[in-house]
Protein backbone atom coordinates (compact mmCIF):
# COMPACT_ATOMS: atom_id res chain seq x y z
CA UNK A 1 0.00 0.00 0.00
CA UNK A 2 1.16 3.42 -0.74
CA UNK A 3 -0.52 6.85 1.40
CA UNK A 4 -2.25 9.27 -0.24
CA UNK A 5 -2.53 12.92 0.16
CA UNK A 6 -5.11 14.84 -1.48
CA UNK A 7 -5.33 18.53 -2.35
CA UNK A 8 -6.75 21.47 -4.27
CA UNK A 9 -10.37 21.25 -3.37
CA UNK A 10 -12.27 23.67 -2.36
CA UNK A 11 -14.95 26.51 -3.46
CA UNK A 12 -15.95 27.42 -7.34
CA UNK A 13 -18.40 28.90 -9.46
CA UNK A 14 -19.82 26.87 -12.22
CA UNK A 15 -17.74 27.69 -15.16
CA UNK A 16 -15.15 27.55 -13.28
CA UNK A 17 -12.01 25.01 -13.13
CA UNK A 18 -9.89 23.19 -10.39
CA UNK A 19 -7.28 20.73 -10.28
CA UNK A 20 -6.59 18.43 -7.44
CA UNK A 21 -2.84 16.90 -6.58
CA UNK A 22 -2.93 13.37 -5.37
CA UNK A 23 0.71 12.75 -3.76
CA UNK A 24 3.21 9.90 -2.42
CA UNK A 25 5.73 9.36 -0.26
CA UNK A 26 6.30 5.97 -1.59
CA UNK A 27 8.92 4.63 -3.66
CA UNK A 28 6.93 2.33 -4.97
CA UNK A 29 4.09 5.58 -6.27
CA UNK A 30 5.09 5.27 -9.77
CA UNK A 31 4.22 1.45 -10.22
CA UNK A 32 0.91 1.96 -8.95
CA UNK A 33 -2.34 2.72 -11.19
CA UNK A 34 -3.87 6.03 -9.99
CA UNK A 35 -7.89 6.52 -9.97
CA UNK A 36 -10.02 9.47 -8.87
CA UNK A 37 -13.69 8.73 -7.30
CA UNK A 38 -16.12 11.24 -5.95
CA UNK A 39 -19.16 10.67 -3.74
CA UNK A 40 -21.72 13.33 -3.29
CA UNK A 41 -24.17 13.68 -0.27
CA UNK A 42 -26.03 11.07 0.13
CA UNK A 43 -25.48 9.25 -2.51
CA UNK A 44 -22.36 6.48 -3.42
CA UNK A 45 -18.90 7.12 -3.99
CA UNK A 46 -18.44 6.99 -8.06
CA UNK A 47 -15.67 6.25 -10.47
CA UNK A 48 -14.24 9.72 -11.96
CA UNK A 49 -11.40 8.57 -13.73
CA UNK A 50 -8.41 6.27 -13.65
CA UNK A 51 -4.46 6.55 -15.77
CA UNK A 52 -1.80 3.50 -15.60
CA UNK A 53 1.27 3.35 -13.83
CA UNK A 54 2.99 4.32 -16.78
CA UNK A 55 0.54 6.91 -17.40
CA UNK A 56 0.26 5.61 -20.97
CA UNK A 57 -3.94 5.02 -20.95
CA UNK A 58 -6.24 7.04 -19.53
CA UNK A 59 -10.31 6.14 -19.20
CA UNK A 60 -13.02 8.41 -17.70
CA UNK A 61 -17.05 8.08 -16.75
CA UNK A 62 -19.15 9.49 -19.38
CA UNK A 63 -20.13 12.21 -16.66
CA UNK A 64 -16.57 13.86 -17.15
CA UNK A 65 -15.42 12.90 -20.47
CA UNK A 66 -14.46 15.86 -22.07
CA UNK A 67 -14.24 18.44 -19.12
CA UNK A 68 -11.42 16.57 -17.25
CA UNK A 69 -8.19 15.06 -17.62
CA UNK A 70 -6.08 12.94 -15.48
CA UNK A 71 -2.43 13.29 -15.47
CA UNK A 72 0.14 11.83 -13.10
CA UNK A 73 4.13 13.34 -12.74
CA UNK A 74 6.15 10.09 -11.47
CA UNK A 75 8.80 12.28 -10.66
CA UNK A 76 7.36 14.33 -8.54
CA UNK A 77 5.01 11.06 -7.16
CA UNK A 78 1.80 13.38 -7.80
CA UNK A 79 -1.28 12.08 -9.26
CA UNK A 80 -3.80 15.34 -10.83
CA UNK A 81 -7.46 16.24 -11.79
CA UNK A 82 -7.85 18.90 -13.97
CA UNK A 83 -11.35 19.94 -13.68
CA UNK A 84 -12.84 22.32 -15.99
CA UNK A 85 -16.49 23.64 -17.09
CA UNK A 86 -17.72 22.36 -13.61
CA UNK A 87 -21.19 22.46 -12.88
CA UNK A 88 -23.14 21.96 -9.49
CA UNK A 89 -23.66 18.42 -10.29
CA UNK A 90 -19.93 17.84 -9.90
CA UNK A 91 -20.13 18.88 -5.98
CA UNK A 92 -18.50 16.35 -3.82
CA UNK A 93 -15.90 14.59 -1.41
CA UNK A 94 -13.65 13.57 -4.15
CA UNK A 95 -10.66 10.78 -3.47
CA UNK A 96 -7.25 9.49 -5.25
CA UNK A 97 -6.73 5.66 -4.66
CA UNK A 98 -3.76 3.73 -5.74
CA UNK A 99 -4.32 0.45 -7.52
CA UNK A 100 -1.59 -2.25 -7.19
CA UNK A 101 -1.84 -3.47 -10.81
CA UNK A 102 -1.01 -0.54 -12.34
CA UNK A 103 -1.05 -1.86 -16.25
CA UNK A 104 -4.56 -1.60 -17.24
CA UNK A 105 -6.99 1.49 -15.98
CA UNK A 106 -10.63 -0.23 -13.33
CA UNK A 107 -13.25 1.33 -12.82
CA UNK A 108 -13.45 -0.64 -9.61
CA UNK A 109 -13.27 0.58 -6.34
CA UNK A 110 -12.48 -3.58 -4.89
CA UNK A 111 -8.94 -3.33 -7.45
CA UNK A 112 -7.58 -0.16 -5.56
CA UNK A 113 -5.64 -0.81 -2.25
CA UNK A 114 -5.44 2.64 -0.90
CA UNK A 115 -7.25 5.66 -0.73
CA UNK A 116 -6.54 9.63 0.30
CA UNK A 117 -8.67 11.21 3.05
CA UNK A 118 -10.54 13.20 0.41
CA UNK A 119 -10.81 16.58 -0.91
CA UNK A 120 -14.14 18.83 -0.81
CA UNK A 121 -15.05 20.60 -4.32
CA UNK A 122 -17.94 22.55 -3.46
CA UNK A 123 -19.36 24.14 -7.50
CA UNK A 124 -21.67 27.01 -6.91
CA UNK A 125 -24.64 27.84 -9.20
Known amino acids: QVQLVESGGGLVQAGGSLRLSCTSS????????LGWFRQAPGKEREFVAA????????YYADSVKGRFTISRDNRENTGYLRMNRLTPEDTAVYYC??????????????????WGQGTQVTVSS
Open 51 to 58: ITSSGDST
Open 97 to 114: AADPFGVLTTTHEFEYDS
Open 26 to 33: SPTFSSYG
